[in-house]
């Protein structure tokens, strides 16, 4: 590759640290031996003792990854066949159906499920109504992983796999799927980056009794950002760098095998 | 009893009619051409007999049996696909087990037949790579195994050679014409290659526009097309725009535009129009002035042009009357390239047998 001038570097620089030094400013003080976000005093673990001590950030924390891992699971299952009827059937009016959750205000996404769950379902807000909002905003995002995979396929290996003697059920099994398995990992590990750092449509639809860990610092910070906020923020950057990784490290394997 | 006939099919797409009442039967152990431009119903009629497509009219045969009913799975007959389709995911060994799979083998026979087809096409040590770790000639190799391991009624090839490079391609069309009779297999292959169709085929198909133009063995394809599209489409040809104005002794006498009155073989009666087709190598071309057989017809003219292909040369000749005729010449005079550089005077002859007139 060719060797960027001094000026681009220094640009490209620039942003990342805009990017990224939040971030590392937060990390930091996760492990400041002090009760203020002032000035570094010393090294210490102490805020993540008090974190794995705080019996209502370990039910939040439980709650999230609960939600997570249920409501990706359902929205890639959803996803992953709203994907492929995107593709095999390509009606017009399916992809704005599905990808409209994806583009609308989050705010409103809230407002309507919210008003949607109370006046019409006449549910209690809890876990089941959290896990149903998670899942109505994740279902896009896999669909859309999905579709791309297959646009980027040659239709004629799955007219193959028919031509030599396979069923439609077993194409499917033997063909499309271990084929597009990449995108639709790539799609449960996106849903689940998504739900478990969602806010604002948790916070509508979560009710008084349920906890996340979104909303579980929100009402830490409404008093000060304690140290505590900052270790479970890095935690919670942890996990999401760590699916992100391999959310992409999904999405290269599937350029490879996609030509 | 033919292995496949079509009767009437037709096939339309909107307003468009991609096939028209075609009709035609494939022996068993034939191999059989489909030849035509892109877009003239070649594919569409492949894709109807490998049951991905319907048609809207007429009925597909095989065996004698009426194949509407039956889904693409069921039928035994299987394709090479133009882009060889081979399953990404799984290994040469496993693409090529795929329809013994299907088809419920036991797995020492699924073993016992991957081995000896990857044998006959030379892959014996790939059967454990990837399709992406092959080369084209090779992921061709593993698309026509796969296609004839579990032996097939009938195999569709679809532009199987159009994706590899001249010397690669002519080496896989010696393969071709041995592996089908090896097999016994019987072919429907599918190009717009004229040179592949004429050296592969034992019959040849010529299709337009979603209908046959002639329907013959190669020979008679190239020597006698039937029509201004096949002598145009098969091979280089002039085509004299002629009338004809009597005919004696087995020959016409044709009045051609630009030429005046010259003979040819008796195909047709006085009063037709149409063209006789000539190829460039029946155009014999040499030095002006010498002295050739008077039957023969003969036109005084200047070079213009030629193309140098290495074994031949083929020269654009104006005739003093203004017209143009392509002659070939073989490059065999030892120590010459070629024989006439543009603007040497030279004389065009052609036998009185040769060419070939085709009323319109």
Redesign the interface.
């Known amino acids: 590759m060719a060797r960027l001038p001094i000026w681009l570097r220094l640009a490209a620089g620039a942003t990342f640290a805009f990017l990224y030094v939040p971030l590392a400013v937060v990390v930091a003080y996760s492990f400041n031996d002090s009760r203020l976000n002032a000035e570094w005093v010393g090294f210490t673990l102490d805020w993540y003792r008090v974190l794995f001590a705080d019996q209502e950030m370990l039910l939040a924390a439980r709650n999230s990854l609960f939600i997570a891992l249920v409501s990706s699971l359902a929205a890639t299952g959803l996803g992953t066949l709203a994907g492929l009827a995107m593709h095999r059937y390509r009606p017009p009016w399916l992809p704005l159906l599905v990808i409209t959750p994806v583009a609308m205000p989050e705010i409103l996404l809230g407002v309507s499920l919210l008003v949607f769950f109370i006046q019409v379902l006449h549910l209690t807000l809890g876990l089941l109504s959290v896990v149903l909002a998670h899942i109505t905003f994740s279902i896009g995002f896999v669909a859309i992983i999905v579709r791309a995979r297959l646009a980027g396929m040659d239709e004629s290996i799955f007219e193959a796999a028919r031509d030599l003697g396979a069923n439609p059920w077993q194409t499917f099994r033997l063909v499309t799927f271990p084929l597009i398995l990449p995108a639709v990992v790539a799609g449960f590990l996106m849903a689940f980056t998504l739900s478990i750092d969602d806010f604002v449509i948790t916070f509508f639809t979560a009710g008084v009794g349920v906890s996340t860990l979104p909303l579980q610092i929100y009402s830490m910070i409404k008093i000060a950002v304690t140290p505590e906020v900052n270790a479970v923020s890095t935690l919670l950057m942890l996990l999401t760098l760590v699916l992100v990784a391999a959310a992409s490290r999904m999405d290269r394997s599937f350029m490879k095998g996609g030509a | 009893m033919a292995l496949l006939e079509l009767h009437d099919v037709t096939r339309r797409f909107g307003d468009f009619e991609a096939v028209k009442d075609v009709s035609f039967a494939v022996e068993s152990g034939e191999f059989f051409t489909l030849l035509g431009p892109s877009g003239c119903g070649k594919t569409t009629i492949l894709r109807m007999v490998?049951?991905?497509d319907r048609p809207d009219g007429g009925r597909i045969l095989l065996d004698g049996r009426d194949l509407a009913a039956t889904?693409?799975?069921k039928r035994p007959?299987?394709?090479v696909?133009?882009?060889y389709?081979?399953?990404?995911?799984l290994s040469v060994g496993r693409n090529v087990a795929?329809?013994l799979r299907?088809?419920g083998l036991p797995e020492g026979e699924i073993r016992r037949r991957v081995g000896e087809t990857l044998e006959q096409v030379h892959l014996a040590e790939l059967a454990d790579h990837y399709p992406?770790e092959i080369s084209g000639g090779q992921k061709q190799r593993v698309a026509l195994a796969?296609?004839l391991v579990?032996r097939p009624r009938l195999l569709l090839l679809d532009e199987p050679l159009g994706a590899l490079d001249l010397k690669l391609r002519e080496e896989m069309q010696l393969e071709l014409i041995k592996l089908q009779r090896e097999v016994g297999v019987t072919f429907v292959f599918v190009t717009h290659a004229q040179n592949e169709a004429l050296a592969l085929s034992h019959r040849i198909a010529v299709m337009n526009r979603g209908r046959i133009e002639q329907l013959d063995v190669p020979s008679r394809i190239y020597g006698f097309p039937q029509n201004r599209f096949v002598a145009d489409f098969i091979g280089n040809c002039n085509l004299l725009e002629a009338r004809v104005v009597d005919r004696r002794d087995g020959e016409l006498g044709l009045e051609a535009e630009g030429l005046g009155e010259i003979r040819a073989p008796a195909t047709d009666r006085p009063g037709s129009t149409g063209v006789l087709a000539l190829r460039p190598e029946q155009v014999r071309i040499h030095a002006g002035g010498d002295g050739e057989n008077d039957q023969d017809n003969r036109f005084p003219g200047t070079v213009r042009d030629f193309l140098y292909v290495g074994d031949v040369t083929t020269y654009q000749v104006v005739l003093d009357n203004g017209f143009r005729l392509s002659a070939l010449r073989a490059n065999d005079a030892p120590g010459r390239a070629r024989f006439f550089e543009i603007g040497d005077r030279v004389t065009v002859s052609w036998a009185r047998q040769a060419g070939h007139y085709v009323p319109d």
């Open positions: 490998a049951g991905f889904p693409p799975e007959i299987h394709t696909f133009q882009s389709a081979l399953f990404p995911h795929f329809p299907m088809a992406h796969r296609g579990n």
